[in-house]
């Protein structure tokens, strides 16, 4: 059998066909939402089989090969233009495809029984899949997305180039006269083949480019609209600091103020007064900084120096500052942390991640209850410190938000003040001092959270 005979440029064009039909759905696969994908390559594998029933002559019933040969290229073709329409953002003409599979089907049976020659169904096949191919290449043609248009008009001309083979292949079946075998070799069918075989290749390399370009495009989009939200948000953070900051200072000092005053002293009530006032303007300047801190972890400006610290100096540090809120609230506060024991930490951060973790223990614990913070050396050379407090504890279920930004966990529909955001500042912090933060937890005995560090030597 000579290489160019028309079966084997067909069994090539199918295997071609499936491959790129295969190709396609690899990249649909990485990429779903483009549906346009999906089509080519159905279009694409519906095309291969109707080349198999053609190329299957004798194997199968001459009735399949000369009607739903033609019938399911055709047909294939019309999936194709269905993918070209959703790729530029059309609906996509659904009843093109029974319309024009049964008159194919129908055209094809009849001219098998009434014209047994087979030179005209060839050539009402070759015109009707080159008038598809005339469409898709005006399809992709018009109303292309900027970012894929060089892609697309180089699609366009291969199926430019498809429909013109295939019309002067309509042309040349005709001139030629009447045909017994649909496979009889001819010089123009074996060029005309030959260049479909490139053609399935060029268009399908087109259609992938395609995607993957606008796959970019979007994430380029994504991006630009990322960092102008960043923008956005820096210049909305500064201009809160400003803004806010800058009142509630005044508030809190004339609060000052009127509280000191000792020519004009203020009764029980008004004092009292006066101290809600100062907790919640500090409440809220807590909240300010700890926004302004996330913020600058998030666009990477945070500084570290990270140097050996003691340990229990800094524990004893942050017991000071949380003991009065403690006593408030009747809380035994005990310490068990060995002298000497050093990490390797930026001292102000550390302070900062610990007393988020006392300052939620006092908050979250019960009345008359307890907080024991214990260090000691951990595996694989770290530092743990840990805080033990006798709360609630926290519901299995409710792990894992833990410590996302602004998860209070149920804890907004109660009284306790807090913002939500201490806990995933702290691991943060934590972990780009190179350390790791954790907990456990048992509902209704209380919770444990821990800080390991790097030990220094």
Same mark, same amino acid.
């Given at each position: ?57 004798? /194997? ?6 000369? &009607?739903?040969?033609? &019938? ?33 089907? #129908? ?35 018009? /109303? ?80 630009? /609209?990322?960092?102008? !939200? ?7 953070? !500064? ?6 900051? &800058? ?15 000792? @020519? ?46 003691? #340990?229990? /100096? ?37 302070? @900062? ?57 149920? !804890? ?15 691991? &943060? ?29």
């Amino acid at each position: 059998m000579p290489l160019l005979d028309i079966r084997s440029l067909v069994v090539a064009l199918a295997v071609a066909s499936v491959a790129s039909a295969i190709v396609m759905v690899l990249v649909w696969s990485v990429s779903p939402r483009e549906r346009s994908l999906r089509l080519w390559a159905g279009g694409r594998l519906l095309a291969t089989l109707g080349g198999l029933l053609i190329a299957g002559r004798g /194997a199968v019933p001459d009735v399949l090969s000369f &009607t739903l040969g033609p &019938t399911f290229i055709l047909c294939g073709g019309i999936v194709i233009l269905w993918g070209a329409e959703v790729f530029i953002g059309r609906r996509p003409r659904y009843w093109l495809l029974p319309a024009t599979g049964s008159a194919m089907f #129908v055209v094809t049976t009849y001219l098998t029984f009434v014209a047994p020659d087979g030179s005209l169904r060839v050539a009402i096949g070759s015109a009707a899949v080159g008038c598809v191919n005339l469409a898709i290449a005006v399809r992709l043609s018009v /109303a292309t997305p900027v970012e894929t248009r060089s892609t697309c008009r180089f699609t366009a001309a291969f199926e430019y180039a498809l429909a013109c083979v295939m019309l002067g292949h309509a042309a040349a079946i005709l001139q030629q006269g009447p045909i017994t075998d649909i496979l009889a070799p001819g010089p123009y069918r074996s060029a005309a083949l030959l260049f479909w075989i490139v053609g399935v290749i060029a268009t399908t390399l087109g259609f992938v480019a395609m995607t993957v370009q606008r796959a970019l495009a979007e994430l380029d989009r994504a991006r630009r /609209a990322a960092e102008e !939200a960043n923008r956005a948000k820096s210049r909305f953070i !500064a201009s809160m600091n400003h803004e806010l900051r &800058t009142p509630l200072h005044a508030v809190l000092g004339f609060a000052r103020l009127l509280a000191d005053d000792e @020519q004009e002293p203020l009764s029980q009530r008004q004092r009292q007064y006066i101290d809600y006032i100062s907790g919640g303007g500090k409440q809220l300047l807590s909240l300010i900084d700890e926004v302004l801190d996330l913020s600058r972890i998030e666009a990477g400006h945070v500084d570290l120096r990270i140097e050996p610290v003691e #340990v229990d /100096a800094v524990v004893a540090e942050c017991l000071d500052l949380v003991h009065p809120m403690a006593a408030q609230r009747k809380l035994a506060v005990s310490s068990a942390c060995a002298p000497g024991l050093r990490a390797l930490a930026d001292h102000k951060r550390l302070r @900062q991640a610990l007393l988020n973790l006392l300052s939620n223990a006092v908050k979250y614990n019960r009345e008359q209850g307890s907080i024991a913070v214990e260090c000691a050396l951990a595996a694989g050379g770290l530092v743990r410190v840990a805080v033990k407090d006798t709360g609630q504890g926290i519901a299995p279920e409710r792990f894992d938000a833990m410590f996302q930004p602004f998860s209070r966990l149920g !804890a907004e529909q109660t009284e306790t003040e807090g913002t939500g955001i201490g806990l995933n500042l702290s691991k &943060t912090l934590v972990e780009l001092m190179g350390g790791r933060i954790g907990f456990t937890s048992e509902p209704g005995r209380g919770s444990t959270f821990w800080i390991e560090l790097p030990r220094a030597t």
